[in-house]
């Protein structure tokens, strides 16, 4: 059975960092990916991280402030995120592509986590 099982979120102040963290089992996945979900809002790409290319990618909206991070062996990922935004409150998941599918488009992810809520105060 594939699980991904997302933590770290909880309420922080504007200008705190957070880092949350995605425990994947029942399979080993070469790309993972950060998605999140703000209130009246569709969910939306963050980040991901190609193992086997080693690349990452990030929305604009939180590029130089967010960072994805892997380790393979523990089929584990993170996401640092620092100089937090009121506009990063959403609820964040962890997700892995189907085969062939894009990892910017929610519509493509075959797993999902059930999510971590960050909120940020202003």
């Known amino acids: 059975q594939v699980q991904l099982v997302e933590s770290g979120g909880g309420l922080v102040q504007a200008g705190d960092s957070l880092r949350l963290s995605c425990a994947a089992s029942?399979?080993?996945?070469?790309?993972l990916g950060w998605f999140r979900q703000a209130p009246g809002k569709e969910r939306e790409f963050v980040a991901s991280?190609?193992?086997?290319?080693?690349?990452?990618y990030y929305a604009d909206s939180v590029k130089g402030r967010f960072t994805i991070s892997r380790d393979y062996a523990k089929n584990t990922m993170w996401l640092q995120m620092n100089s937090l935004k009121s506009e990063d409150t959403a609820v964040y998941y962890c997700?892995?592509?189907?085969?062939?599918?894009?990892?910017?488009?929610?519509?493509?992810?075959?797993?999902w986590g059930k999510g971590t809520l960050v909120t940020v105060s202003s």
């Open positions: 029942g399979l080993t996945f070469s790309t």
């Open positions: 997700a892995a592509p189907k085969t062939g599918g894009s990892i910017f488009s929610p519509k493509d992810m075959k797993y």
């Open positions: 991280s190609n193992w086997s290319r080693q690349s990452t």
